[in-house]
């Protein structure tokens, strides 16, 4: 069974940053892409980032410049460094295996950018 577990999101103020990590069991983790997707409320889930099994990168072009992600395949974790944030970023940050067989999604970590 695929488990995903997000954690690190918070409430920050804009110009701030957030480390989000997504630690990965249930699959041989270093075989997937990995991806982090986020949906605000009101709008449709989104890519924002996604790492190969390789680590060649892609980021969606609200993220580029701002946002890294980056995994560790020791600890079957993925993260997603996020800086300069703005209070359009405020959303719900979910952790997927973007090449698996089927969706799966954690429950996701609540980031909030507000002053």
């Known amino acids: 069974q695929v488990q995903l577990v997000e954690s690190g999101g918070g409430l920050v103020q804009p110009g701030g940053s957030l480390r989000l990590s997504c630690a990965a069991s249930?699959?041989?983790?270093?075989?997937?892409?990995m991806g982090w997707y986020r949906q605000a409320p009101g709008k449709e889930r989104e890519l924002v980032a996604e790492?190969?099994?390789?680590?060649?990168?892609n980021y969606a072009d609200s993220g580029k410049g701002r946002f890294t992600i980056s995994r560790d395949n020791a600890k079957n974790t993925v993260y997603l460094q996020m800086n300069s944030l703005k209070p359009e970023d405020t959303a719900v940050y979910y952790c997927?295996?973007?090449?698996?067989?089927?969706?799966?999604w954690g429950q996701g970590t609540q980031v909030t950018v507000s002053s």
């Open positions: 997927t295996p973007t090449t698996y067989a089927r969706p799966v």
């Open positions: 249930g699959i041989i983790f270093r075989r997937y892409a």
């Open positions: 790492i190969t099994s390789g680590g060649s990168t």
